[in-house]
């Protein structure tokens, strides 16, 4: 019989991508978390697990959180999207999914 090693913990992703981005951005518009839930129509939870780099969050509520903010979210070839100066690549983080 195996012995339960306990809940295993979801890594997050690098705090200088999408989340960072999203931080950055409410913060230059002098907005808080609640007032991008409330604009973007997610829960203020929401926001807070993007800017933390959680990738919990489910594509509709990233895209909403995104549009409240004036950005975009973007899919092309990878060489097309590095080549772009303020993107940020996604990249799967080693270990997960």
């Known amino acids: 019989m195996s012995t339960p090693t306990g809940p295993r913990r979801r890594q ?3 705090p200088s991508g999408v989340g960072r981005l999203v931080l950055d951005r409410r ?3 002098n907005l808080t978390q609640a007032e991008l839930a409330d604009l973007a129509g997610v829960g203020l ?3 807070r697990t993007l ?3 959680a990738d919990t969050l489910t594509l509709v509520v990233a895209m909403a959180v995104l549009d409240a903010l004036g ?3 973007a899919v092309g070839p990878r060489p097309a999207l590095d080549a ?3 993107a940020v690549v996604l990249h ?3 270990g997960t999914r």
């Open 12 to 14: 997050k992703a690098d």
């Open 27 to 29: 913060l230059a518009l």
């Open 45 to 47: 939870s929401s926001v």
């Open 51 to 53: 800017e933390a780099g």
């Open 71 to 73: 950005l975009a979210l």
């Open 84 to 86: 772009v100066p303020d």
């Open 92 to 94: 799967t983080v080693a």
